[in-house]
């Protein structure tokens, strides 16, 4: 049987706010081996964990991320409180810099850090792949830049990056020669355009993983498909199925 290793969406982000420290290290704690996180910048050309540029929905406070510098987003708190009420009042946005400080505790665990258009539109690509790959490059192989911006990973490989993923938007030709061009290793793309015959799913370089899945038979279906890695916002809850357990992660 074909068991896929799954990935942290956005942390451990059923239970916890999602792109927060808390989320990330409660899936670490739970046998994650991967997690993922978005990387938006402020005005001020700091990398912080946040996937929307409208503050709206994390914070419930209507402003764009970009446009506030790092002591004016201290100010801020990603309680999601639409989903938590006041659980998580006061948690605040983590710099990227605070996740790298953390997964330095866990060396045996990776990141995938995803570039978000959003910022790459306002600062530049350079600029912003240049500000995040400062940041990664210490840590080598365990932190893997990802995007739906080709330019940004091309960037971010120029750079060092010793691994890149590409988020296909599409199912189509144009994205499965985007593919082979840029022959990322890893690729990922929503579980939902994933063709049903097998034969039919891009066979490259790289390893597939698919988002959203929160069913574990969904995910070994999918592992039966030759998908070898799955993303999910229920990590815990993925892994209490004794198949899934069998790839988690333990220890640091």
Known sequence: MNIPELVAHRGHAEYYPENTLPAIESALKAGACYVEVDIQLTADGIPVLFHDDD?????GQSQRITQLNADQLSHYSA????RFGSKFSGTPIPALA???TLLRAWPTRRAFIEIKEESTK???????AGKIMQQLTPLGSQCIPISYEVAALEAARALGAEAIGWVAARWDEASHQTADQLAPDYLFTNHTRLPDNPDDIWRGPWRWALYEVTDPALALTLAAKGIAMIETMAIESMLAHPTLRERACVGS
């Open 79 to 82: 309680c999601e409180a639409q």
């Open 55 to 59: 503050m709206q929905r994390i914070t």
């Open 122 to 128: 306002i600062f530049g690509t350079e600029f912003v």
């Open 98 to 100: 605070d996740l790298l």
